[in-house]
């Protein structure tokens, strides 16, 4: 099955640097990679997926690019603020058959005033 | 607060009893998931159903039973078979299998003592 991979487990930068979490999977059928944000003691939430069709997204200060070549697929925040402190989590489905989302086991950012 | 709840949000439960997590959700949605959460693990796959009246077992499915009478509903039993039951748990639902953003229940913080 599918199997993803997230680097770093934790980062700290200081406001206004940028941050980049990377993440890697397995299963090249794999077509849809989400990122979600969670915040201390909330729930996951989405910010920003990307499907295969696409090389890179960008909303704002964030930005995901695929390689779908290499199997990876990396989360960019510009600009950091300290309310982008939280725990980040990738994501792998290939959409179809008995595959449900995969998850990486998270990064915790912390941006520092 | 969203489409998806979760109930209770903190339930203490003694050894040996089985516990069930209830699960609800008003947005439609066919497939929904069951996820455990522990701290550097990130979000592990517990069983999911794509449609009513059926369901898999996820990667960490030893322990806990499920079912899906109904589409709005999925709830979560904590069996006294489970060594390790003291966790956050998550449910989630998406429209469709896998390929589509998972909108996350806001979480039910476990302990067994």
């Known amino acids: 099955g599918e199997n993803v991979e997230q680097h770093p487990s934790t980062l700290s930068v200081q406001e206004g640097d940028s941050a980049v979490i990377k993440c890697t999977y397995s299963?090249?059928?794999?077509?849809?990679f989400p990122w979600y944000k969670q915040e201390l003691g909330k729930r996951p939430q989405l910010i920003i997926d990307?499907?295969?069709?696409?090389g890179e997204k960008k909303d704002q200060r964030i930005a995901v690019t695929l390689n779908k070549t290499a199997k990876h697929f990396s989360l960019h925040i510009t600009e950091t603020q300290p309310e982008d402190s939280a725990v980040y989590f990738c994501?792998?489905?290939?959409?179809?058959?008995?595959?449900?989302?995969?998850f990486g086991k998270g990064t915790r950012l912390s941006v520092i005033a | 607060d969203g489409g998806i709840t979760q109930s209770p949000k903190y339930l203490f439960r003694k050894e040996g009893q089985n516990v069930t997590l209830s699960c609800e959700q008003n947005?439609?949605?066919?497939?929904m998931y069951w996820y455990r959460q522990d701290p550097g693990q990130g979000l592990r796959l517990i069983y999911y159903?794509?449609?009513?009246?059926?369901?898999q077992k996820g990667d960490i499915a030893e322990g806990y039973s499920v079912s899906r009478e109904k589409k709005e509903s999925f709830p979560l039993t904590v069996t006294s078979a489970q060594k390790n039951p003291t966790a956050f748990y998550l449910c989630?639902?998406?429209?469709?299998?896998?390929?589509?953003?998972?909108?996350f229940g806001q979480g039910t913080r476990l302990t067994v003592v």
């Open positions: 299963d090249s059928a794999s077509n849809y």
């Open positions: 994501a792998a489905s290939t959409g179809q058959g008995n595959t449900p989302l995969v």
């Open positions: 989630a639902s998406s429209t469709q299998w896998g390929g589509t953003e998972a909108f």
């Open positions: 947005l439609n949605h066919d497939a």
């Open positions: 990307i499907r295969s069709n696409v």
């Open positions: 159903s794509q449609i009513v009246n059926d369901f």
